[in-house]
């Protein structure tokens, strides 16, 4: 079975400031990793995903993140966060040839203070 | 374009009432999902369906049922609610290899 795991379930942080979000997951079989943000009230938004190829995946809105196969792990960074960054951030998996089905982690809520 | 909608965006419940839950893409895609969302635990699924006509359990299938008459419309439907289905339903669409695009979702409180 897989699972996934948000090391963080809240991350304070100043504007401007560097900010990394940890995801760490299991599986035993080849996965696909997302990252999605959900902003107040709204739905989840893709930030980014990794499939194959490169490991630094960048995605919208400054965020990038690195799929460390030996560390089963898959870290979002941004080098300086907004106030507008302000969300819950989820991390995801899907097993390849699965019908896309996603595995969530818990979530971590981001907040960023003036 | 509208993308994934879900309705109604908000419900309130009597223990033991029934009601439908519908999502409508306009994407084309094959793939339908339902979640639910629960403080602390993420997103589950609860049922999926590949394509017009089918429809498969997933995580936490028990006390809903599904149905996918039309290619564009996923329904969720709880025969008997009960407290416990209080939760934050949303709705996803997605197809072959393709990250899933989802709806803003629908809160349901049950009494």
């Known amino acids: 079975a897989q699972s996934v795991t948000q090391l963080d379930s809240q991350v304070p942080v100043f504007e401007e400031a560097p900010v990394e979000l940890r995801c760490n997951y299991s599986?035993?079989?080849?996965?696909?990793l997302f990252w999605y943000v959900q902003y107040p009230n709204q739905g989840l938004q893709l930030l980014l995903k990794?499939?194959?190829?490169?490991?630094l995946v960048k995605g919208i809105n400054g965020f990038e993140a690195e799929f460390n196969k030996s560390q089963t792990s898959f870290h979002l960074r941004k080098p300086s966060v907004h106030i507008s960054d302000t969300a819950e951030y989820f991390c995801?998996?899907?097993?390849?040839?699965?019908?896309?089905?996603?595995?969530f982690g818990a979530g971590t809520r981001l907040a960023v203070h003036p | 374009n509208a993308g994934v909608t879900q309705t109604p965006k908000f419900r309130v419940l009597k223990t033991g009432q029934s009601m439908t839950l519908l999502c409508a893409q306009d994407?084309?895609?094959?793939?339908m999902y339902w979640y639910r969302q629960d403080p602390g635990m993420g997103l589950r699924l609860i049922h999926y369906s590949v394509g017009e006509g089918t429809t498969a359990k997933g995580e936490v299938p028990d006390g809903y049922n599904v149905s996918r008459l039309k290619k564009q419309n996923f329904l969720l439907g709880l025969e008997s609610a009960a407290p416990s289905q209080t939760s934050v339903y949303f709705c996803?669409?997605?197809?072959?290899?393709?990250?899933?695009?989802f709806g803003d979702g629908t809160r349901l409180s049950i009494l």
């Open positions: 996803a669409s997605s197809s072959f290899n393709q990250p899933q695009h």
């Open positions: 995801a998996v899907s097993l390849k040839g699965g019908y896309n089905k996603l595995i």
């Open positions: 599986s035993s079989v080849s996965v696909y």
């Open positions: 994407m084309n895609h094959e793939y």
């Open positions: 990794y499939l194959s190829g490169s490991t």
